[in-house]
């Protein structure tokens, strides 16, 4: 499918930035059950869950996770981008 981003947003790179500074501590090893980084096993049950429940997971965090990945400087557009650059990962 077509991905959306709001106009003007470099979501890519914001996501991959976010992505590299914050969520690969847990994400990129799978620790504390995070979903490794690109696993389209482990990702899948989530991406179909939709990206609405990606996004209010890792806005307000679950299980181990904690809201926006422990990082809570960090602006919602910019936790989301880095949701989308997970996806993107495994789709």
């Known amino acids: 499918g077509a991905k959306s981003a709001p106009a003007g947003a470099p979501a890519a790179g914001k ?3 976010v992505y590299d ?3 690969n ?3 990129g090893a799978g620790v504390a059950g ?3 980084t ?5 990702w899948a049950p989530r991406v179909k869950a939709g ?7 890792s ?3 679950k299980n181990a996770m904690p809201p926006k990945g422990g990082n809570l400087a960090l602006p919602d557009a ?4 880095a949701v989308d650059y997970l996806v993107g990962l495994v789709k």
């Open 15 to 17: 996501g991959k930035s």
């Open 34 to 36: 995070a979903p490794k």
């Open 38 to 42: 690109g696993d389209k096993s482990q």
């Open 51 to 57: 990206m609405s429940a990606l996004y209010a997971s």
């Open 25 to 27: 501590v847990c994400h």
């Open 59 to 61: 806005l307000k965090g």
């Open 21 to 23: 500074t914050t969520c």
């Open 78 to 81: 910019d936790v989301k981008a």
